[in-house]
């Protein structure tokens, strides 16, 4: 199990968590708020079991987890599913990283990386000696061409700007495919204009486009926001990541 994988499971644990919290009642005897049992055991394995496959042994989050679910009163799957979100939260932006994905990562692991510290690249990049010219990231271009060079770190075949099949009476240019990974890399700079609505369904465009291209089996969607335009970037993320049948969809918009 590496990265995304890691961040799916979390989400499938969180949504079962918030089912199972709509079946708390009072118990009809000391007026405790419980959950339904045997539910509440596998939804509290399941999680236990997916932590101690991702996270090192003295993880604070598999200790706390351990800690404070550990019965079927409602006020612990609600614990469960707030510790639950925020491993996803912090792992969405790179500050946690599944231990068996940190050895061996997959291609998907390697972008999610580079995306999580593209914005400390862009930023190392003004701090040239003597002031040397340097790339200021003003547009989306700027983005394509930083971006291009770091990916080579990791991939040797990128193509750049292939059109994609038309959809909705319209073409478009992919930014970037990995022909060997199967995997097109949708690039995009926030602007002052865009809208968090604005912006996600350009994304849901964008997925259905790809879903037809031949050379895309996972579409990343990486939006460079350093304003911070974007109003609720991790409900965007959630909203749209693997929202498709059969082309798994990973949105990433940076920095935090």
């Not at 079962?16 to 509440?40: P, R």
């Not at 989050?61 to 019965?71: A, E, G, P, R």
């Not at 940190?102 to 003597?130: C, T």
């Amino acid at each position: 199990m590496v990265y995304m994988d890691f961040i799916n499971r979390l989400n499938e644990l969180i949504n079962e968590g918030n089912s199972l919290k709509a079946t708390a009642e009072d118990d009809g005897y000391m007026g405790f708020i419980v959950v339904d049992s045997s539910w509440f055991k596998a939804w509290q394995a399941k999680s236990q079991q997916c932590l101690k496959e991702l996270l090192e042994e003295d993880s604070y989050y598999l200790k706390s987890f351990n800690d404070h679910v550990s019965d079927v009163y409602e006020s612990h799957v609600v614990n469960g599913i707030k510790l639950l979100e925020s491993i996803r939260d912090e792992a969405q932006v790179g500050r946690i990283l599944a231990k068996k994905a940190s050895k061996v990562l997959e291609p998907i692991d390697n972008l999610g990386n580079i995306f999580n510290k593209f914005h400390r690249v862009a930023k190392q990049l003004r701090s040239r000696h003597s002031e040397r010219p340097t790339l200021d990231i003003t547009d989306e271009y700027d983005v394509q061409d930083l971006l291009h060079s770091i990916m080579h770190l990791h991939f040797d075949d990128i193509r750049a700007e292939e059109w994609t099949p038309s959809y909705a009476g319209g073409g478009s240019r992919v930014d970037f495919i990995l022909k060997n990974e199967k995997i097109v890399v949708e690039v995009k700079r926030s602007r002052k204009s865009m809208k968090a609505k604005d912006l996600g369904e350009q994304l849901i465009i964008d997925i259905q486009r790809y879903k037809v291209h031949p050379d895309c089996k996972t579409l990343l969607c990486f939006v460079y926001d350093p304003e911070g335009y974007i109003a609720n970037p991790r409900g965007i993320e959630n909203d749209l990541n693997n929202k498709t049948d059969n082309m798994p969809v990973h949105v990433f918009i940076r920095p935090e």
